[in-house]
Every structure is written in C-alpha cells, then in structure tokens.
C-alpha cells in the first residue's frame, strides 16, 4: 500500500513539473520583425535588404529583466538596427541548445524564421512562466562564435508561456539587426596602431 501511494505522490509530482515547464517559440513569419535582418557591410548581399537563405537563427536568453545591463555590455540599444557583431561571453547570457533552439533564416521568405516548435525554458530556473531577457542571433557557419559572418540583436524582454501550443512568439518582441562580416585580427591590430600613432603625435605638439 505504501509502495503504491509513493508511486502515485511521485507520478503527481512529475506531472506537475511537466506542467510547469515554460515555452517560447523562434518565430516571426507575420509578425512586426519579418523581414527586419538584414544584410549589412562585408555579408555578401545587399546591404539594407532582408536575409534570404544559408543563415541560421538562435538566441541567448536568461531568466529576469536585464536588458538593460544586457545593453550596456554588448553596446546595444532597444532600438539598435546596425550591425552588432560582437561576442556575446560574458553578457551573463546562456545559449538556446536543444529542440526548437534555431530556426533557418529566409527559407520561407526573406528575414523570415518560423520553427514551428516550442523552446522549453529549463524548469528548474523558471518553474512558472515569467520574463525572460533574450538576445537573437544569425550566422552563416557551424554556430554564432566561430562564423566569419554574424549579428546579433539589441537585449529585449519576453513573457513565456506555460503550455508549448500557446507559446509566444520571439518575433513579436524581437528588435532590428545586420549580419556583418567580423573583422580580422589584423584589423583590429591596424585600428590600435593608428590610435595610439595619433596619440603620440599629438602629445609631441
């Protein structure tokens, strides 16, 4: 008897933690953001025009309000519709991995993503749903770190939802941003020599 009503206490208990979990959904087909990543310098399209095939789409999100500080460290604004294509280690921002965690971008028409998944945000970190800060991403490689060419948007806040069939959709909330191409070592290298040339030169007037 006792072994049966564990068992029944235990089959409650995960089936409530199944209901508990929290979804999100990487899709903006129809929404305001479609169409709204665009080519920007060195990406090989048209700069201005919407993403049209061979980019993948993700995100990195947290649990909280924090996009602000988000913004602060990876120079973005809510508004920011350039290119942004900076790291984002260190932002305090984890990547999406696992079932409907990136979507192809253009595939279904330009700057449109629409995996029609549901992204599970892990339930021991948001037992219920509630807001989430995310960043998106779009890369033409393996993943977002090593592509030659990426962006990534603006930190923005969403509230996710308690059952997968109703999940919000990240598009509505998603803000503007470019794939640029990333700029070599060798660059950045030419860039402090010519600063710290002109540092020096104007010290000696």
């Known amino acids: 008897m006792k072994k049966i009503l564990v068992s029944a ?6 089936i409530a933690s199944v209901q508990a979990q929290s979804y999100v959904q990487l899709y903006n087909y129809g ?8 080519y920007g310098s060195g990406s090989g399209g ?9 980019y993948t789409v993700g995100f990195y999100w ?5 996009a602000a500080a988000v913004n602060t460290l990876i120079g973005g604004a809510t508004t920011q519709g350039g290119s942004n294509n900076g790291l984002l280690t260190g932002s305090g ?24 998944g549901s ?15 995310l960043v998106l991403v779009a890369y033409n490689g393996a993943n977002y ?13 969403m509230t996710t939802a308690a059952n997968g069939n109703t999940a919000p959709l990240i598009g509505a909330f998603a803000n503007a941003f470019s794939v640029a191409a990333v700029p070599e070592p060798s660059t ?18």
């Not at 048209?46 to 061979?54: D, E, Q, S």
């Not at 921002?93 to 029609?116: E, I, K, M, Q, S």
């Open 9 to 14: 206490i235990l089959g409650l208990a995960a």
């Open 31 to 38: 929404t305001a953001s479609a169409g709204s990543i665009t």
């Open 46 to 54: 048209t700069l201005g025009n919407a993403v049209t095939g061979g």
């Open 62 to 66: 947290a649990v909280g309000s924090s």
């Open 93 to 116: 921002l984890a990547l999406a991995t696992g079932p409907a965690a990136t979507a192809p971008l253009g595939a279904d028409g330009a700057g449109v993503y629409d995996n029609l």
């Open 119 to 133: 992204f599970i945000v892990d339930p021991s970190l948001t037992a219920t749903p509630g807001t989430i800060t």
């Open 145 to 157: 770190d090593s592509s030659l060419i990426r962006g990534h948007s603006a930190a923005f806040t």
């Open 188 to 205: 950045f290298a030419l860039a402090g020599l010519g600063l710290a040339s002109l540092l020096i030169f104007r010290r000696r007037k």
